[in-house]
């Protein structure tokens, strides 16, 4: 495919992505629920941020998470819990605020890691290449894997990469930001440009655009599902 262009007293899971856990007890303090989950805590910091500490499954780690203002908080085991358990009323934004700041966190992370494997790549053939039809054809390539750079549209800086093995197998950088993450063939600035899901496929775009002596740049978006925004971008 390609385009042309000019969020009672068992817990209870709520519909946001939390769980419900206000009434363990008649009386039960912060702490109390943070070790009910797992936690190992003797005391609370009742500073509205959030805290890492152990668990009772993983005491050498930190797994554990919490943040607590005096009267209401948020807990959660990374390691026996998909989402939260709260304590109190009106904490859906310690959620949030927990959420942005880990995925702010890995992707940061997963860029710094794909700025890595990007300098120590080398331009070179590789397999997959000669599969899809691109025989003398090369790409970055770092331990035998094929390496596509995904850069954000507007800014061009490195969010992750796609590694491609020889049978054509792909992965992403975990933590890695694949929305609005491009790949260009030819001048990004160019006045017309095709988008495409697959790195093959862009190949395959610019080599018949090339074939029409058309200047054309290809955006390869990874997935039909970012196509769709990098195309309002």
Known sequence: MAYRRGGNDRPEVLGHGFIEATTWGEGMSFVAHAQAHGLIINHAIPDGRWHRVPTVDKPRKRNGAYIFDGNSGVVKNWATMESFARYGEKVSQFIKYFDNTEERIKHARAAKQAQEIITRSVMAEHDYLKRKGFASMKGLVADEELIVPMRDFKTYQPTSVQRIKADGSKKFLPGGRTKNAVFVLGNRHAAVSWLCEGYAT????????????????????FSAYNLAHVRLC
């Open 202 to 221: 862009g190949l395959s775009i610019q080599a018949a655009l090339r074939s029409m002596y058309s200047d054309a740049a290809v955006i390869v978006c």
